[in-house]
Every structure is written in C-alpha cells, then in structure tokens.
C-alpha cells in the first residue's frame, strides 16, 4: 500500500528560490523597470535623447495620473471604463468654454481659463458623482454602470464637437502652461509627481485612504464599524473622475485643441497599470508608488517600441497580451504563496 | 481599570449625559414586541426581552432559534418590524450599527467584522481612527492598540496582517475591538468556540471586570458548563418565540435543554438501529497540505453513524472536505469498500459513491437563481438515466426528482420553483436530494442541521435513519453536541488538527468529548497557528 | 434576496401591477416606443421598415446570444466586437486572395473564408476560455486584452483599410439570397438561435452552464467539469461572434477593420436588457432575442426620427443603466 504523497509546491530547486528571493528583496516591477532602462541606454543610443526623455516623461506623467485614480477605485473593488470617456469630454468642454469666452471678452484670459478649467473638471466631478452614486445606491455592477457613462460620455462629446477638433484656446493656456518647461522639465511632470505625493498622503496619512482600503478588503466590516460606506465608494468615483478630467487639461493644453478622440488607449492603459502594479481587482489592495512605477514602466515600454519602429497595431496586441499576463501571473504568485503558507 | 474612557469624538460628553439621566434605571436594554420577518420565515416572533445594568444574560437556544437575528436587532444591524426598544430609557428608533457603538452598544459576532488585509490595530481602531482633519495619529493608535491587547492579557502583535492570523487571535482581535472604546452593552456571540481553556479564562475573569463596572452583557452560547457559571440571567429562544427568562440558580441543565428543544430531548433525536458492517470508508494518517488535520485515523462502517465531534476551526470538517477532494491533501491513504484510491476529485468520490454534504447551503450547496429540479440533478447528470451521452432526459429527470421530492416532504413539493425561494429547512433537502438522485454509500454531512427549525431537523434525522437502512456509511461532522452525542454509534473527537479520541457505547457523553477539547492546552497554544482565511472570507 | 415570498402572501393590486409590469416591462415598452415613435414619424410602423427591423435584429440577435451563452456563467466578453472586426478583415483577405491567385472555385473559396473566419473565433474563445478557466485571470481584464489583441490583428493584417471586392456570390449567400422568400440572415439567425436554445435547455453542458454561473462553489462540488465546460463557453460565444461577422461581412460586401466598433456595447445591453443576469445563472434565447429586438427597434426609430447619432449613443447608454436597475428590482436588490 503506498501513500498518496502530493507534493507540496513551495519545495523548489534551490538557485530558483535565490533569484526569487532577490526579486522579492528589490520587488519585481522595480527589477523589470531596471533592466528595461539598462537595456535601452546600452542598444539604443535615441533613448538617452533630450526630445526623447521629455516624451517619455510626459506620457508616463499624463498616465500616472488617469491609473492612480483608476486605482482608487479598483481598491474599492470597482473598475472605471468612462475616464477614456471623460478625458475626451474634457478635452471638448475645455477647449470649447475657452474659445467661446474668448470671443466674447478677448482681454479677460484669465477668467476664460479659469472657466475653461473648471468646466473641464466639472465634467470628471459629475461623470464619477453619476458613477459612484449608481454603485454605491442603486448597487448596479461597475462595470456597467461606467460602461452607460463611457457611451454617454463619448456621445455628448461627439455631439458637441462633430468629432472635429475645437481650437482657439488662449496662449498663455498652451504655451505658457501646456507647452511649458520648469526647471528643466515639462510642467505635466510636476504635476504628475505632486499628485503621487497627494494620494499617497491620502492613502497612507489619513482616514479617507483608510475607509477607501477598508471597503475594498471587506464592506461588511467597514459598515458595522460605522464608515459611511455610500460616500467614500462615490469619492473614489469622483476622485477618480477629475484626475481624468486633469489628465485630459494637460493632453488639451499641450495639444493646443479640444479633440473628442483623444483618449487613445488610456483607459486601458490605466488598469493595465494598475494591475500590473500588482493592485488587486478583488480590491483592498494597492499602492500608488507602485502604480507610479508601472506607469513609467508602461510609458517607456511604448517608447522602446517606437523607436524599435515596433507598429502601433502590434503595440496594442502587445498591450494585450501583457495585462492578461500581469493579472495571470499574479494569481499564479498567489496561489503559490498561498500553498507555501499552508505547506 | 477596563474600559478605558476613550477621548474620541465626544463620545465621553454623550455617555455622561446618559450615565446622570440612567443611572437608577434599573434596566439597559429594554426590548417589547420584537418581531422580524424574513422571506419565509418569522424569525423573531414579538420577543420580549431586557438587560440589566451589570448582568450577564445569557441567550440560550437552538441554531436557528432567533438568537442571531435578536442580537442582529440590538446592535442594529437591521431593524425589527414591529416592537419597542428601550434603550438607557429612551426610545431608539432606526438604529444603525455604527449609531450602536457610539451609544456604547459593542457586538463580537461569530462572523467578524476585519478586513483581512489590514493590520491588527487598523482594523481595531477602523471607523474611529484618532486623527486631525482626516490625518491619522499612528503612532498614538499603535500605541494604545498595544496597551489595550496587553490589558486583555492577548498574545497579539498589532502590526501583523489580520488575513495571517488564526481563527483564535481574530476572535481576539473582534473582542478587543468591541472593547476600545466606552462600552456599555457587549455582546458576545459563541467567543469561546475558538478559544484555547486559557484563553477561555482570561475572557471570563474579563467579564467578570467588566460586569463589575456595570456593563451589560448579552452572551450567546450552546455550552452548558460556561453558562451555569457566568450567567446571571438566562433566556430560552425557540423557534423565534421566547420562551422562557430564568434566573441561572434556579434551573437545571436538563430543565434548559428540554426549554430549548420544546420536548424531551428523547423525542427530539429519534432512537437510530446501528448496524455496524463492513468498512465502507477507511482514512490512515491524513494530513493536509494546509496543515489544519494532522496525521488523522479513522473509519466509517455500513450501517452506523459515525460523529466527529470538535470545536470550530479543530479541523473537521477539512478532513471530510478533503476526503471528497476539496481540500489538498498532503500524505496519508483514503480506503473506499477496502481499496485504496488516489483520485481525490468530486467527479470521481461521486462515482465511486461519496458524497459530500456542506454546511454552507448557500455558499457551496445551491444555485439559488436555479429551480429545485436542476439543483437535485446537479450530481448526477452524468448518469444514463438523467442524460444520454450530453442530451438530458428531460423526462424521465422530472420523474425522478419529482419521487425524490416528495420523499423528503419538500414544501411546497414543486421541482420548478428557484431554490432561493424557499427556506432554510427545504434548501437543506434539496441538497440532501442529491444523495438519492445517484447510488451513494458514503454520506459526508458537515453540520447538517445548521441553520433549518426543528421539524425539518427531525426530517433530516429520520432521513440519515432511512439510509442506514439502505445499508449507508454515515459520516457526521457537527458543532453541536446533543446532536452527535445522540445520534453516533461511534464518536470521533477532534482538537487541534489531530484525533485526539474514540468514544463508543456510553463513552459517548458531554463530560467525555469536553474532556478532550480541553485536555492538552498549553497555556499559549495559540501559536499553533491555522490560517482562517476562509473564514474572514466568508465574512466578506 | 428580499423576493417576496411566494407562499400565501397576497399582492395589493398595485403590487401585481407593478409585479406585471417589471416581468414584461420590455414588451410593453417596446410597444409604447413604436406606437410613440408612430405618432411622429408614421413610416416607423409601415411592413417594410418592420420587415428592416427583423432583418436587422437577426444580426444583433446572434451577437446577444454569443454573449449571453458567457453572462450566464457570470462573466462577459469584451472582445467580442473585435473579434467580428478581425473574422471580418481575415475572411475577406482569404476570399480575395484566392481570388486573386486565379481560383475560380466560388465554393472552395467561399468554404475557405468561412473556415479562416470560425478559426480564427476559435482561436479567440480558447485564449478566453483558458485565461478565465484555467489561468484564473478574470472575465472582464482577459477579454480587455483581447479586445485589444483582436482589434490589433484586425488592424494590422488589413492595414487599417476596408478588404474590398469579397466575393458577390458570398453575399448572395449569406445576405440578399432567399429562401422561400425569407431573406437568409434571418435564416441564419433563426437556425443559430434554435441550436443554441437546444444547446441551453437540452444537453448537459447547456444546464451546467447555468449551474456554473448560479454557483460555482457548488458546480465544483457536484462534481461538474467547470473548467472545460467554461472554456467551451467562451469559445460557443466567440464562434457565434464568428458566424455574425460573415453574415455582417456578406452584407457589407467587404472586410471591415471597424466592423465590430459597438457590436460589444450593442449584445451587452441586448442581452441585459432580455432579462440576461450579470450575477449568473439567468437568462436564455427569449430574453437575447427579445433585448436585441428592443436595441434594434430603438436605434430603428430614433434614426428614422432623423434622431443625431451621437444623442443615440447617448440614450443607449442612458438605457443600458435603466436595465441593470431594472434588473436589480427584478432579482431583488441586496
């Protein structure tokens, strides 16, 4: 009679556990993210270039900020599918104020941005206000929900625009702020980074970034320990909704035109990021400095294949592939762990 | 002294307020005509009841008898449908649970309440975080977090991961939570269950401090021993009527348990014919690969029922889970009808005939959207008689779930309408239904009768009583212990991954199968450490 | 699960109004929007424009039907409209291919496109189904990637420009030709409609299906095959995508990259609308056919209201949220 003997899968060949181990010292995004630069400054003398960096930065910069609010609210357990959506809608209202309060007082430019800008913003602040309050109230499922807004979004977009792109936007919007370069660096990297500092704050320092975990890990919880569950779900939304919209500001003000169609690939970019910052679509689990990483990870990735002259076509079926194989490989490490802790 | 008055948002100003308003009052908690509805049941059925000032006041009934939804009530998780609630003297009408605990009213449930992939003192300060415009004070929480489980006397580190921690430290952990700020009202539902006896004593001594402060204290428990000796008052649930309130001194425990049972407790368990034959199911030293059964012996005949007795988390119902292959195994053997099997698939137990019953009806049992047909078929549509090759037969399906339905007396005996719409007892039977839709000769039922009234539970026992008829193996895994101490030939017990006895004949007795739960404790035992993730999951 | 309880409870007779209503609320509706739309515009009733919206449901029907085969295992398909994009684009190429290198065996060539167009939806429910199955990459970031990989494949292989001169006589086949005088996309769709009505009620693999979704938990311990019954799943849905693609494909006569641009957006609500649950284990060919009834008749009516596109693609999203909350007082909320 022999035992039935199932071998426990954490006993792995030695030199495997090593580079494992070192990996999960550094942590393996930071690791990937290395070797990638290595890679690049080493083959690819284009890489290193002035215009190039400024590219690069201000692309991973712009997708910092959509994924850190896309990743507020996948700890909350939820995805967005409109800040596509909302950034185009953004960009549209935008632009559109702008020129429309030029042209009836040309002096006044700054009240025409600050119109320009709030209006812009106002657009994230109600298209999450909708979503969040359809998630948290009517209990309607994320995904459809973001996707009705997504479609209206893109609709009123459209419809304002005829899809044709909306100029006459102030200078001292494009080119004193849009186009700008401080210190050395594109203005939207600035931005970018004071955001990465604001939610980490939030996440680490305060109450909300605590509610807003809480909920993800276990609603139940959070509600009998009396966190108003209704109105952190619907500030994650709304948070999420005008860091699109802020994203969009500084897409339209380097464009120079308020375009229905600018979004391209950033909502997907945005969970693609998240995701592979290894936050959890189960929700509780994320962290911003990661999400941070993976954007620039993604942003340099992209360029890479640019300069490789890698087509766009190609690129997408690569982006693809490469956030399934996040998401599969992560639940792989889970599984993994999870039988390690148990052995 | 415990508890701390805590310098929180105004909670202090509020409770002086009352304590000058209350404190002659006599009662705390006064609840008239509480009545609760659910879909097809009436679980509350205008209950009475009251809490005084400084009182342990036990609630005392079957599963399934109210006491979770009355203590559901109190700590308003949701609301009655009709009653008073008196409470410190004034009327509380809505109350929400986070209302409750500012009102002093702390409820440790048996679900509980953590978010698992936060750390210990997160989850105890959560929802009361000390901060400054919304900016969190850690170091001061951290800080009293320790305090606080030193005080308790708890072997807890406040920075791990609550998903790490076993089933007895996230008890630990609710109970410290309920306890951090000003309490005035505990309720504590089954806190021993998964307690070590050292543990058990530290939580008593900690009652009596708080009953001496004047807390009131709703516990909720089926142990008779713990209940004679920290109850003041005791209150006997039945079937969402009240039934009786005692005061401890003046009863017996055979008194209580024939008020929780509305009978003699004779007539409640049918008298079961054991005849033990051949082995049917045979289990050496199993161990699994999560490590909560360790090295685990034993075996199931035709014709007997064969108890497994243990407290929550001790590992039992793992051991039948991985028999029925749902849980990995690491070592050991598994002997069906005397051979030996490899396979531990529920595709392949099913051929071979086990079957596997769950405690979690609605988790694990039922396709609650589907109909009552489909759920009873559902192991078995790879039989000729249900399907051709991967055509149904729809027919003849009708027909025999329909002659099984009415064997269990379903009510209504309907194989069309969605599972979800009936009650706990009948979704009980829609899964035993399985076991009679193929040849099944291994029964493994983990915990049965959770959950379903009376009736239906005698329904079930005269169920297991007909299979050992048929000439069945019965394995029952259950918390509650009239039920195996009646109903087994033979009783296993369970304590801490391991089997740790055999009772047969009159072995088989409370003081017996207690003996064992608390015989080898060290005083930190504690560290043999399970992880419980399912059960914060199922929290969840 | 705050269902009413069935047994004894009697209803107000405005509760069974209301009970009435939100069991054929979509009927009703779908009458008043037609008797509505009527009033303004009385073409919208004439036999011709309601022969045009049968024609036009057969199409949204089998895309509804492919993605209710997935919602009811509680997940969804993306990719699905890339998936018609890229069947489109590749069995168009193959067509014109043979064509061009001189083969005149119309119906080898049309087999041939066929074949490429069901292969590659195979290829795509596979890559689904493993990744949701067996990887246990969930339903909605595994078909996101293949939206995006699909909508890659459809752009690359064409170059972004529509595959002209398909065949005329796959067009006669699969769009203008007749049969008995019933135009052959409804054919089509009546016929993958039966089969897959057939598939659901009839056969093991169509029951697991619901009992995978209704509870996964307890389709395990049933001891039913839920990885390979879900692989299978995905792939049903994607080779119905497939066979909706060429019917698309014949009517426009030639391979689109942007073939399938709302076709998702359009079978998801269809099919939420029907009735199909997102939480699993509800749903069936009625509730796609009559959701992709209702999507086609409202797109049919505002157009010929002179309705702007972009204030269509406006109300349908309006609509798509009106359907999960109906959805959600049908099921009953928790």
Redesign the interface.
Known sequence: MTTVAIEPASVAQPKLALVSRALRRIGFLPALLIVLIVLLVLFEPRFMGMFNIFNVARNSSALLIVASGQMLVLVVGGFDLSVGAVIALTSVVTAKVMAVMLEGAPEDVTLAIIAGVAAGMGCGFVTGLINGACVAFLRISPFMVTLGTSSIATGVALLLTNGIPVYGMPDAFVKDFGRAIWFGLPMPVYVSLSILVLVWIMQRRTTVGRYIHAIGGNVQAAMVSGVNTNFYLILAYTLCGMLASLTSLLLTARLGSGQATMSGNLMLESIAAGVIAGVSLRGGVGRVEMVALSALFLSILTNAMNLLKVNSKIQTIFMGIIVVAAVALDELAKRRSRSAREG | MFPAPAPSRGGGRFTEAVNSMNEHDGNLLELTGISKRFPGVLALDNVDFDLRHGEVHVLFGENGAGKSTLINVIAGTFGPDSGRFLYQGREIRKLTPHQARVMGISPVFQEFSLVPEMTVDENLFLGRERSRFTFLNKRAMRAKAREVIAELGFNLDPTRKVGSLSRAHQQMVEIAKALLTDVRLLILDEPTASLTEAETIKLFALIDRLRAQGVGIIYVSHRMGEIKQIADRISVLRDGRKIATVRSDEISETELVELMAGRKIEVLFPHVDHRPAEDLLEVRNLTLASGSVKDVTFHARAGEITGIAGLVGCGKSELIRAVFGLDPVESGTVLLYGKETSSFKPTAMLRAGVCYFPSDRVAEGLALARPVRENVSMAALDLPEFAKGQVIRRKEEKKTIQDIVDRLKLRPPQIEPAVGRLSGGNRQKVVLGRGLAREIRVFLFDEPTVGIDVGAKLEVYELMKLLLEMGAAIVLVSSELPEVLHLSNRLYVMHHARMVAELTGQDINEQAVLACFFREDAPNAGSDEVPAERAVASAA | ???????GAKLSSGQALAAFMVRHGLIIALVVMEIGFAIVEPLVLSPGNLLNIIQQTSYIAVFAAAQMVVIVTRG?DLSLGTTVSAVSVASALVMTGMVANGSTNMPVIMLMGMLTGLGLGLAVGLFNGI?VSV????A???T??????C???A??ISD?RPVFDVPREFSGLLYSGTILGVPAPVIIAIVVLIAIHLMLT????G??L??I???P?????????SKRYLTTAYVVCSLLAAVGALMLTARTGSGEPNLGGNVT?QS?AAA?IGGV??????GGTYAAVLGALFVTALSNCMGLARI?G?????I???V??AA??VD?LR?G??
């Open positions: 699960m705050s269902e009413p309880s069935a047994a969804f990744c990887l246990n990459v969930n909605f970031v595994t996101l990637g293949s939206l995006n990989i909508f890659g494949i752009t690359t972004g009839w056969t093991v693999f029951r697991s619901y009992l979704g209704g509870n938990r307890a389709a395990a311990l049933a001891g039913l095959p957006l998801i939420v649950s997102l939480r699993g284990g509800v702007d972009y204030i269509q693609q406006i349908l999203g309006c798509i949220i999960i909350f959600r099921t909320a928790r």
